[in-house]
């Protein structure tokens, strides 16, 4: 190659850096600027679902609705209602023995908050029905039976203490 192909080359390429410099300089702001303005109207348009307090639910100017709820079963509820991005406020009510829940929500929630139920429904039935043996009682009867067995294989010669 001769000089003069160098020369061009060289000078080829420092016009290429120089023109991808300027488009970075050039475009790096305004991407940053449309990224910012994303980032705010999406916090904005996004409003915070889960619990809030009453006053935070009461700031959007809807109508609420509310629902009595078991106070044992709080924990189970609030998981279900964050998964299905229902806004709702839980008020205890210290005066009744035990005490009560109250789950306010707004009222145009009304679709998602009618799927909590049926979820949270379903996980308070499936766990009535598992708990219908204490865990005492279930931890004798497991006794009982490794007693039994225990007798059986002595009794049989297979095996024995010490052993």
């Not at 889960?50 to 109508?63: A, E, I, N, P, S």
């Not at 035990?98 to 039935?125: N, W």
């Not at 029905?129 to 059986?152: G, H, I, M, Q, W």
């Amino acid at each position: 190659m001769s000089g003069v192909q160098e020369y061009l080359i060289d000078q080829e390429v420092k016009a290429m850096n120089q023109v991808a410099e300027i488009a970075i300089n050039k475009a790096l702001p305004t991407m940053l600027d449309v990224a910012v303005g994303m980032a705010k109207w999406l916090g904005q348009s996004g409003e915070k679902t889960g619990r809030q307090t009453l006053q935070q639910l009461t700031k959007h100017g809807d109508k609420l609705s509310e629902i009595p709820l078991n106070s044992d079963s709080v924990k189970d509820f609030t998981h279900i209602a964050r998964k299905y991005g229902v806004c709702f406020a839980l008020v205890e009510d210290d005066a009744k023995i035990p005490p009560c829940h109250t789950v306010y929500f707004r009222a145009k929630d009304t679709e998602s908050m009618t799927a909590t139920f049926k979820e949270y429904l379903a996980k308070e039935m499936n766990k009535s029905k598992t708990n219908e043996n204490p865990f005492k009682e279930r931890l004798k009867k497991a006794k009982a039976r490794v007693k039994v067995s225990d007798k059986e294989k002595s009794a049989n010669g297979r095996w024995r203490d010490g052993e």
